[in-house]
């Protein structure tokens, strides 16, 4: 057997380790057009940012011990540049001799990635103005900031664009953030954005939403990034952060079967068009795993367990890829953003019908000390009750609860599942009752109609006319500090005693805080004859849609 796998990094180079493993005797040859095979890309922005102080520890392992330990014939800087599926052959060409030649395969893989876009806006080129896909481009710009940039220009809200923000703010740059949606972390649903958003202001970051950057010119003092609104922002430094697209052009002129937005389209064992021929990786399109339809989700761990996938099935082992699901985690300064599963908006595309709850729980028990906040949005079928997605932003815990509802969706667990977790408890990492459980019980609730709720979208969408009798049940102190116009307060511990205030011929919408005290007034109101439900999420999930 002979195997070529074309590109490094996560899923080329754990396909050629997991092929070595599965076979002493095949030939396998590893093609990188870069310098290094295999190395930390998540890292790279704090690298730029000093956070991790070391650029060795970037290199997850060199070209030598992938030689040694793995017996892999790694060829650094050397293109291919084309495949001939008759002949089963590539043609590789060495960047630093320029020499070609041509290699035989029995399989191949196609691990090459995705290039970030640069799109044809005029000055694009202008020096100081970059991508981050590789060291290469991690050297360039932290040289850039050592000489002493003191402005830049993030232009694109994404993953890599606030990673950046928030390393080049640790190094004392004024840093402006260009976005052309409405939201920072556009895969995210709107309104759980709002804290991350609120946050970049804390931080000094200028936010610009809803515009694009239609040129960058050179000045005395560096660039000026011009927006569609007229608006010059100076820089000595600029960030592309706009998206990538796949590197299919090799792909595409061996004639195998690309997708609609350009992704090397694939079967469940990762085979191209052409039997032989495999990929995996930033490259490819994957099926979603909640939606079912095709999707390109550009994430490390995906591509690793690709490349593994791939190599098990050309070795003979029953192996196929579920499908992506989009977990996905940022950190900017000090809140966490984290998401899995399905969006709503992405939901509502697919026009899947869906439910969600949100709650505002703590990540331990708030008793014990350093108790942070979190808020948790649950997404799921309106019958079944199958969790299909979820995203959360707060402080600590917001990892573990996503990676558990993670699980959930790779289970075709429901929300009645998540009521019943058995969760690690001890007043350091969680509470009786988690976050999960929490979660389970609201969604739970919701369904079996233990508490008819009204979202935040809906109420603020009715008109006049349509919209119910606002019922604020807290405390004189927490109304008087905000609450949605029009509200009537009744504190809940004086409802029952003053249920004659309450109309009975309206619709009685009930709200607290966060939505436990509205869930409390909402039973007390249906027991006595009212027609009410509970504004999910309470004051604290109408304030996320006011940003």
């Known amino acids: 057997m002979k195997l070529l796998i074309v590109g490094g990094v996560a899923g080329g180079a754990s396909a050629a380790a997991r092929a070595r493993r599965l076979s002493e005797n095949a030939d396998i040859v590893l093609f990188e057009r870069g ?80 290039a970030p876009l640069r799109p044809p806006i005029p000055g694009i080129d202008l020096p100081g103005i970059f991508t981050l896909r590789n060291l290469q481009d991690m050297d360039r710009i932290k040289q850039a900031i050592d000489d002493g940039v003191k402005q830049a220009v993030v232009v694109g809200a994404g993953f890599i664009g606030l990673e950046l923000v928030e390393n080049f703010t640790r190094r004392g740059i004024a840093t402006t953030v260009v976005e052309l949606q409405d939201q920072v ?14 946050h970049l202001d804390v931080k000094g970051v200028t936010l610009i939403l809803g515009q694009s ?9 560096g ?32 004639g195998l079967e690309v997708g609609l937005r350009g992704g090397i389209s694939v079967n469940e064992h990762l085979q191209s068009s052409d039997p032989d021929i495999y990929a995996v990786g930033d490259a490819i399109e994957v099926k979603d795993f909640v939606l079912g ?56 595309r697919a026009q899947r019908a869906n439910r ?18 979190m808020t948790l949005k649950l997404l799921f079928d309106p019958v079944t009750g199958k969790v299909l997605g979820a995203q959360a932003v707060g402080g600590a815990g917001v990892d573990k609860r996503i990676d558990v509802l993670a699980v959930a ?30 979660a389970g019980f609201v969604a739970a609730g919701l369904l079996r109609g233990d508490h008819p709720q009204i979202d ?45 205030e309450v109309p009975r011929e309206q619709r009685i919408a009930a709200y607290c805080q966060v939505g436990q005290r509205g869930y409390l007034a909402t039973r007390v109101l249906l027991q006595a004859g009212f027609r009410a439900v509970n504004v999910s999420g309470g004051y604290k999930t109408y304030k996320l849609f006011l940003y």
């Open 409 to 438: 969706i790779q289970a075709g667990m429901t929300v009645y599942d998540l009521e019943e977790m058995e969760l690690a408890y001890s007043p350091q990492y969680g509470s009786a009752k988690d976050p999960i459980n929490m």
């Open 293 to 348: 339809g095709p999707t390109q989700v550009p994430l490390a761990g995906p591509a690793n367990r690709q490349g593994r996938i791939a190599a098990d099935h050309i070795f003979g082992r029953v192996a196929r890829y579920r499908g992506t699901q989009g977990t996905a985690i940022v950190r900017v300064f000090g809140l966490t953003a984290a998401m899995t599963g399905a969006s709503e908006k992405s939901l509502q």
């Open 35 to 114: 310098p290094d095979v295999s190395f930390a890309n998540c890292g790279l922005p704090y690298y730029i940012g000093d956070e991790i102080k070391e650029r060795g520890k970037l290199l997850v392992v060199s070209p030598e011990r992938l030689r040694e330990r793995f017996k892999l014939d790694v060829r650094t800087r050397s293109s291919v540049e084309a495949i001939d599926r008759a002949a089963k052959k590539v043609r590789v060409r060495d960047i630093a001799g320029g020499r070609e030649y041509e290699e035989n395969f029995d399989k191949l893989i196609l691990a090459p990635g995705a």
């Open 213 to 221: 950057a239609t040129a960058f010119e050179k000045t005395p003092e």
């Open 185 to 198: 972390l556009p895969p995210f649903d709107k309104e759980m954005t709002t804290p991350i958003a609120e």
């Open 456 to 500: 935040v979208q809906t109420l603020l969408s009715e008109s006049a006319s349509e919209r119910p009798f606002l019922l604020d049940v807290r405390t004189q102190e927490e109304f008087a500090r905000g609450h949605i116009v029009g509200a009537v307060h009744i504190p809940v511990d004086e409802l029952r005693s003053r249920l004659a």
């Open 356 to 373: 969600k709850v949100y709650i505002h729980p703590a990540q331990h028990a708030s008793y014990y000390p350093g108790a942070e906040a």
């Open 223 to 254: 660039l000026v990034v011009l927006l569609k609104s007229g608006r010059r922002l100076p820089a000595q430094l600029v960030i592309l952060g706009v998206g990538v697209r796949p590197e299919n052009q090799l792909a595409v002129d061996a």
